[in-house]
């Protein structure tokens, strides 16, 4: 399409647009879908953005850092400490190691044991908290020099229990986007629907349109324009609904989590607005698809 | 103008035209006269390509109908009037829409031409009738309108289908008046029509050439009209 056919498209031609006579049924259906669809089609954004930054946030937080475990008895635990913290600092990759204090670690395990836990006299593990540098340390290269020189050395570098996490919320946010497809799709076989029907209806008139010399391009044009028209503002209704019940979700909390985490955030607010202009995309295609059909069959 | 060679035609049964030659040449006046169920619609319908001869060629401006796409075939459309015997209007537009609607659908914005269509309007006499939607109307009335709409683009050729078929005998020869006006100012006229005193009205004011289909044929008429 030129440049003026689009701006006559958007603009319209008044006359043009009179020639198909108001359907009000297929009209309401088409407002009721594309609405409908688009409010549905916000959580899903939401959901999968949502799952994006979490995984995101997950992969890099955790990939950043390492814990090195002394399982030592007490009388070698401070040697094999100091032992396995040389190590480190001679090991390139690393860029921060760090024996957690007895206060530390009493911190971490609070919430499972409550607070007047005697842990002297447990066998606890010294833990070192270990930074990664970019780029990072050769696990393995590390694992086999400590098993040699600190025997109660065990580095968890957090893959093995990061690494599914991180691949769950990768999935939700595939099956985000996959919904946002398939709604797409839905109000695509929607309107391919409420186009025919129309088209159907008016039969007779598209009959006397061509008797007087109109081509299928302009006929097509006028029940395109109509059906995106009426998706765009069904659209737009069904986003401005959806976001406002997005708004309205409880901040994002540390208690929450995931779930009070599913509100946009910042320019993310503005990606709904994308909603609108696939569904009227979508709507236009399959009129268009619809209308060049139906006419075809027609002549 | 128009041009048709050995064509035959038929709905699916048995044939209903045969054999049909003619050449309508540009500023001729032609009547199409024969009886009901003669074929005359059906032959109105092969020339202006509303239905395509199942044997033969029809050319209109030298153009075979037959090798003509959809486009090609809307833009002919524009050059040739035509009366609908039924009329074939959009119900749900008022009077001076249907007339303005060749120019609508051609992309001419028929505001700009209301000068244009306003006079049109008075000359077939439906000035107050403009804003009446098309079943509001008198049989008389809309084929005054349906002959508006057929000459709104200045077609070279108009084609009509029982123009008078509704009308009393005073409306029916304004309706021709109109017609020959046309044709004076060089249009190709042909009128289809069984209304005899119509005809012999209009051969004693312009050259006239009546054609009747009689037998699936197409014959010159006599001097008997
Ligand atoms: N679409 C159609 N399908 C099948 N038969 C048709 C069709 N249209 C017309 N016919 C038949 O073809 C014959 C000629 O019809 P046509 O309308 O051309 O006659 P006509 O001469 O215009 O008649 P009238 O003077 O009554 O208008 C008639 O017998 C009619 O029944
Ligand atoms: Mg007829």
Redesign the pocket.
Same mark, same amino acid.
């Given at each position: 399409m030129s440049k003026g056919t689009i701006r006559n498209f958007l603009l319209g031609d008044p006359q043009a647009d009179r020639v198909v006579p108001p359907s009000g049924f297929t009209a309401q259906l088409t407002l009721f879908v594309s609405g409908a669809m688009a409010f549905l089609a916000v959580f899903a954004l939401a959901l999968s953005l949502a799952s994006g930054r979490l995984a995101d946030r997950w992969a890099e937080e955790l990939a950043r850092s390492a814990t090195l475990r002394i399982n030592a008895p007490a009388d070698q635990r401070a040697a094999q400490t100091a032992a396995a913290l040389q190590i480190l600092r001679q090991t390139p990759g690393v860029a921060h190691a760090r024996a957690l204090t007895e206060e530390e670690q009493a911190a971490l395990l609070l919430p499972w044991f409550g607070a007047d836990l005697p842990l002297e006299d447990l066998p606890v593990p010294q833990l070192i908290e270990v930074i990664q540098d970019d780029p990072s340390y050769d696990a393995a290269g590390l694992r086999l020099r400590l098993s040699g020189e600190v025997p109660g050395a065990v580095l968890d570098d957090h893959t093995r229990w990061r690494q599914p996490l991180v691949k769950a919320a990768n999935s939700l946010r595939r099956l985000g986007l996959v919904s946002i497809l398939l709604i797409a799709g839905a109000t695509a076989a929607m309107i391919t629907l409420a186009a025919h029907a129309a088209l159907a209806a008016n039969r007779q008139v598209i009959e006397v349109l061509r008797l007087v010399g109109a081509r299928d391009r302009y006929i097509a044009q006028a029940f395109v324009r109509r059906f995106t028209l009426r998706a765009l503002i069904g659209a737009t209704v069904g986003m401005a609904l959806g976001v406002l019940g997005i708004f309205l979700l409880p901040e994002a909390s540390d208690e929450g989590g995931f779930l009070t985490g599913l509100g946009f955030q910042g320019a993310g607010w503005l990606w709904p607005v994308l909603i609108p202009i696939l569904g009227a995309s979508v709507s236009f295609l399959a009129t268009w698809i619809a209308a060049r059909r139906t006419l075809g069959e027609l002549s | 103008m128009i041009e048709l060679e050995n064509v035959a035609y038929n709905? !699916?049964g048995g044939e209903?035209l045969s054999d049909l030659s003619l050449k309508l040449s540009a500023g001729s006046f032609h009547f199409l006269t024969?009886p009901?169920?003669? !074929?005359?619609?059906?032959?109105m319908k092969l020339c202006y390509g509303a239905l395509l001869p199942t044997s033969g060629s029809v050319k209109v401006f030298d153009e075979d109908l037959r090798k003509l796409d959809r486009d090609q075939m809307a833009m002919l459309r524009r050059r040739v009037g035509v009366v609908h015997?039924d009329c074939r209007f959009l119900d749900h537009l008022p009077v001076a829409d249907n007339i303005a609607l060749p120019m609508t659908v051609s992309g001419r914005d028929p505001a700009q031409e209301s000068e244009n269509l306003n006079e049109l309007l008075s000359w077939v006499g439906l000035s107050d009738r403009a804003d009446a939607l098309p079943p509001e109307l008198s049989g008389g009335e809309r084929q005054r309108a349906a002959l508006a709409r057929a000459v709104i683009m200045s077609p070279d050729v108009i084609l009509a289908d029982?123009p008078t078929g509704n009308v009393d005998w005073e409306m029916s020869q304004r309706l021709l008046q109109l017609l020959i006006e046309l044709n004076k100012m060089g249009k190709t006229v042909m009128i289809?029509s069984?209304d005899l005193a119509l005809i012999r009205a209009a051969k004693s004011q312009v050259q006239a050439r009546v054609l009747r289909i009689s037998n699936r044929r197409l014959q010159l008429a006599g001097a008997d009209l």
């Open positions: - | 709905y !699916g209903l024969g009901s169920g003669s !074929g005359k619609t059906t032959f015997q029982e289809a069984h």
